[in-house]
């Protein structure tokens, strides 16, 4: 049985993911990387990750806020 080819990207975007969630303030650039791996399939889970950040802040950032609206 041939050994299953390595998804490279789906790896990428998984840890990106990972630390996007674990960091208060995630970068900007790790940001646009991982949108540019985004499928459509995978924008939900990446706007819930995204939603998180916001929910409990008194003043979300304006940018997260404009990055969930651009997924809409």
């Not at 790790?30 to 998180?52: G, S």
Request: hydrophobic letters at 45%.
């Amino acid at each position: 049985m041939a050994e299953r080819e390595y998804d490279v990207r789906g790896e990428l975007l998984r840890q990106l993911l990972q630390k996007v969630r674990e960091d208060p303030f995630p970068s900007t650039t790790m940001l646009n990387q991982i949108e540019a791996l985004l499928t459509p399939d995978e924008v939900p889970a990446y706007a819930r990750i995204l939603m998180a950040k916001i929910e409990d802040e008194n003043f979300p950032s304006i940018d997260m806020i404009r990055r969930i609206f651009a997924l809409v």
